[in-house]
C-alpha cells in the first residue's frame, strides 16, 4: 500500500506534501498518573507482633524452666543413687586397699631385710598421721 492509499489523499509527490498529523490525548484528557508511594496497609499491627514475640518468648522461658526442673530432679535422683551405693564401693576399695598393703609390706620386708634397725611399714614421715599411699602405689604392675 502507498501512502496515497493510507493517507487519502491522491496524487502526492513528495513526503513534505502530507498533511501533518499528530496524536493526541483522547476527549477529556489521560487519567492521572500514580506517582506517589503508596504501601498497603495489610497484614497484623505493630502491637500485634510485639504481643504474639512476647507470647512466643514467654512460653519459651517456661518450656525452659519445666525444664529445667526435670534435669534438676534426675541430677538428685543420680546423686542419690551415688550416695546409696558409696559405703558399698568404699568397703571394696577398702579390702583392695588391704590385700595390696599386705603384699606391699611383704615386698618391703624381702627388699629391706639386709637394713638394720628398718621396721617394715613405719612410714618415713614423722608427722603422726597416717595417709593411705598415693593411687598407683599399691598397684603390683608397676613394681
Not at 35 to 56: M, N
Not at 77 to 92: G, T, V
Not at 101 to 113: F, G, H, N, S
Amino acid at each position: 500500500m502507498t501512502e496515497a492509499v493510507i493517507r487519502k489523499k491522491p496524487g502526492m509527490a513528495s513526503v513534505k506534501d502530507m498533511p501533518v498529523l499528530q496524536d493526541g490525548p483522547p476527549p477529556g484528557g489521560f487519567p492521572p498518573v500514580r506517582y506517589a508511594r503508596r504501601i498497603p496497609s495489610k497484614g497484623p499491627s505493630a502491637v500485634a507482633i510485639f504481643l504474639t514475640a512476647f507470647g512466643a518468648f514467654s512460653w519459651g522461658m517456661y518450656q525452659v524452666g519445666k525444664g529445667n526442673k526435670i534435669r534438676r530432679e534426675l541430677k538428685e535422683e543420680k546423686y542419690a543413687a551415688r550416695r546409696a551405693i558409696l559405703p558399698m564401693l568404699q568397703a571394696e576399695e577398702d579390702e583392695r586397699f588391704l590385700r595390696e598393703w599386705k603384699k606391699y609390706l611383704e615386698e618391703e620386708a624381702r627388699i629391706m631385710k639386709d637394713v638394720p634397725g628398718w621396721k617394715v611399714g613405719e612410714s618415713v614421715y614423722h608427722s603422726g598421721r597416717w595417709m593411705p599411699p598415693a593411687t598407683g602405689e599399691l598397684r603390683p604392675e608397676v613394681w
